[in-house]
C-alpha cells in the first residue's frame, strides 16, 4: 500500500490523495488549488500523475476545493467511476457547472482586457461542455453500505458533518504485498457536532491510516450553541 498526496498536504485547498494498493490506483478527491490565479492555473493544468492509470475516484463532497479539477482529470483521459453520496452527486452537478461558469467568463474577461498578452492565461481550465461530460462518470452510494471497489478492496461512506452529503470514506483493504488486513479513513473535511439541519459526524473507532482534515486543528472551537448570541452581537 502506497499513499501520496498531491495537494492539500501542507497547504490548503487542492485536496488529492493518491493511493496505490493491489494493482490499482484510487484517487480521493479531485479539488482545485485555489491562489493567485497565474500559479492556480499552472498547478490544476497538470497532475503529479496520469489521469489515464486512475481507477476510480473516491469523492468526499461537492465543494470546490475537494472536486472542481474532476472535468480536468476527465479532459485527461480518466475513464473510472467517481464514487460518491448521492446527495454529493446532486449538488456537484451544480458546482462543476458553475466552476466552468466562472473559468470562462474570466478567460472572456481577460481576453478583452488583455489582448496578445501571453503572460495572463486566457484559456479556461475546463468548459461547461467539458464539467457536464464529467458527471456522467458519477455513482451515487448510499451512507453506511459498503460496497466492492475492487477485489479485496471494501469501501464505505459515513456522515462527515460538514455539508450535504460530505462524507468520510473508509477504504477496508486485503493488501496483496503482505497478505494483512488495513483499513485507511480519509475524513475529507469534518464538520462540528448538534449543527442545524446536517448530521453530526460519524465517529470512526478504529483504523490503521488516517487522513484528517487539520486546517483548525490548532484551536478549540467554542459550543456551537454560543454562535448565534455571538452572531447577534
Do not use: W
Not at 461558469?101 to 475546463?126: C, M, R
Amino acid at each position: 500500500m502506497k499513499l501520496t498526496s498531491y495537494g492539500a498536504a501542507l497547504q490548503v485547498t487542492g485536496s488529492q490523495h493518491l493511493l496505490e494498493v493491489n494493482g490499482k490506483k484510487i484517487l480521493l478527491d479531485c479539488g482545485l488549488f485555489q491562489g493567485h490565479r497565474k500559479q492556480a492555473f499552472e498547478q490544476n493544468s497538470t497532475f503529479g500523475f496520469d489521469p489515464t492509470q486512475i481507477d476510480a475516484v473516491l469523492l468526499s463532497h461537492a465543494h470546490i476545493d475537494h472536486a472542481g479539477n474532476i472535468p480536468t482529470l476527465v479532459k485527461r483521459g480518466f475513464k473510472g467511476v467517481i464514487y460518491t453520496t448521492h446527495a454529493t452527486k446532486s449538488l456537484s452537478e451544480v458546482m462543476l457547472l458553475d466552476s466552468a461558469f466562472i473559468q470562462e467568463s474570466d478567460a472572456e474577461y481577460f481576453a478583452n482586457k488583455y489582448p496578445g498578452e501571453t503572460e495572463v492565461p486566457i484559456e479556461p481550465l475546463y468548459t461547461s461542455k467539458d464539467a457536464e461530460f464529467s458527471l456522467e462518470f458519477f455513482k451515487g452510494v448510499d451512507y453506511n453500505r459498503s460496497f466492492e471497489l475492487f477485489p479485496g478492496i471494501k469501501v464505505t461512506f459515513y456522515e462527515a458533518g460538514h455539508v450535504l452529503g460530505s462524507a468520510v470514506t473508509v477504504l477496508d483493504v486485503l493488501d496483496e504485498d503482505d497478505g494483512q488486513n488495513k483499513r485507511l479513513a480519509y475524513t475529507g473535511d469534518l464538520g462540528r457536532e448538534r449543527l442545524p439541519i446536517i448530521n453530526d459526524p460519524h465517529q470512526i473507532n478504529q483504523a490503521d491510516y488516517l487522513i484528517c482534515e487539520s486546517t483548525y486543528g490548532d484551536r478549540t472551537h467554542d459550543p456551537i450553541e454560543e454562535g448565534i448570541p455571538a452572531l447577534a452581537a
